[in-house]
């Protein structure tokens, strides 16, 4: 029985090459060789920015910015409430509040037209999220900020090389924060990066990422300092993807429109949109099972899976999860639109090889299973 993934990483001949090359010279950790300055200048270039500092996650990256724009205890951050919780997680390393923003129903980004009403004394970020590869509407956004005197951190984990108004994101903000998980539109396994144009930005996260070593004397830290560090040879992996992303992504957009062509005409699936502003990456071909339940929605998957026909559950909100519940951080209400989708959404198979054939066969297995229902 064929099986299709929701998504694997596109490597070639160029990856092994790179690595190779940064075993040879025995520079394999985050402190020597080439390849992470190679990369973090290359990637800043692709993005429009002056400057990259790698880092081990895109995690690390979301953190690593927020200490360095200078995000503390007490501070209030407004985010996306639906993401992965790895973004909300990087504000709480901080201890700073997230304050949880409402969806579009369309897009499923942040809505912006909410934010002045979020915006307290302590208030000193906006956080937006550029879900499954379509940009947040960053006008509006920018507005908001100059006007309270904001910072505006992108993250831009599944969103690289997307456009907004033809700015590339991770250009938009004074920083973006990039993933490079294996399943992300360019990968090096693990890893991630910023993207800033502020060169006082990038001098305090380079000697953060590094354990904060002194400059006289390298044992006496400078600050508090994290271990997050890019390998040589991740960044050798990163240098070899960033030389065909615009062919990734290329491939995903072809992958996407096939996928809305064969389903625009079913009812019950809300399929991704791409507003006249942007260029949608498609990091995700996510829909959305209208009128589903979750019990529902898992049958759906359930039956696919049997077709070896591999899906994945959208993200659950930051307002609907237990744990920030339990410790009073926000309750259920807070965000209704973000609400109705969270239990009624998947991903279809998108990796940026799929042949037409292939995403047939899941077409007519989904409309099958939906109809079933």
């Known amino acids: 029985m064929r099986y299709l993934p929701v998504s694997h990483p596109f490597l070639d001949i160029k990856e092994t090459d790179y690595v190779n090359d940064a075993l040879k010279s025995k520079a394999i950790s985050g402190f020597f060789g080439e390849y992470t300055p190679r990369f973090e200048k290359s990637f800043a270039s692709y993005c429009g920015t002056k400057y990259g500092v ?5 995690t690390t990256a979301l953190h690593i910015a927020l200490v360095a724009i200078g995000i503390k205890q007490g501070d209030e951050v407004l985010v996306s409430t639906l993401t992965n919780m790895a973004t909300f997680f990087a504000v709480l390393y901080q201890g700073a509040k997230p304050i949880p923003i409402d969806i579009e129903s369309e897009t499923l980004n942040m809505d912006p037209s909410i934010l002045e009403s979020k915006i307290t004394s302590r208030t000193k970020a906006i956080m937006v999220v550029h879900l499954f590869g379509h940009p947040v509407d960053m006008d509006p956004v920018i507005g908001v900020a100059k006007k309270y005197r904001l910072a ?10 997307a456009l907004y108004k033809d700015k590339k994101t991770g250009s938009l903000g004074d920083v973006g924060c990039f993933s490079f998980y294996a399943n992300k539109i360019i990968t090096t396994g693990e890893g991630g990066m910023v993207t800033t144009d ?7 996260m380079r000697s953060l990422k590094g354990l904060s070593f002194g400059d006289e004397f390298k044992f006496m830290h400078k600050d508090i300092g994290y271990n997050y560090k890019l390998t040589n040879l991740q960044a ?10 615009e ?3 290329g491939n995903k957009r072809r992958i996407a429109a096939y996928y809305e062509q064969k389903l625009k005409d079913v009812q019950e699936i809300q399929l991704p949109v791409e507003k006249p502003y942007a260029r949608n990456v498609f990091w995700m071909y996510h829909i959305v099972l209208k009128g589903k339940k979750a019990d529902e929605r898992q049958l759906i998957m359930k039956k696919l899976k049997e077709k070896g026909i ?3 559950e959208g993200f659950i909100p930051y307002n609907l999860q237990n744990t920030f519940i339990e410790r009073g951080l926000t309750n259920k209400e ?3 639109v973000a609400n109705s989708v969270a239990y009624n959404s998947i ?3 998108s990796g940026p090889v799929l042949r037409e054939e292939e995403m047939d066969y899941v077409v007519d297995n989904l409309r099958n299973v939906i109809v079933s229902k």
């Not at 505006?152 to 090389?161: F, L, Q, T, Y």
């Not at 060169?199 to 305090?204: H, M």
């Not at 050798?236 to 992303?245: F, H, M, P, Y």
């Open 54 to 58: 790698a880092v081990s996650s895109g």
């Open 347 to 349: 991903y279809l198979p």
């Open 247 to 249: 062919m990734i992504i």
């Open 152 to 161: 505006v951190v992108e993250d831009c984990a599944e969103a690289h090389g």
């Open 310 to 312: 591999e899906t994945r």
């Open 198 to 204: 502020d060169n006082a930005l990038t001098e305090k």
């Open 236 to 245: 050798a992996i990163g240098c070899a993807q960033l030389e065909k992303i």
């Open 334 to 336: 807070e965000c209704p």
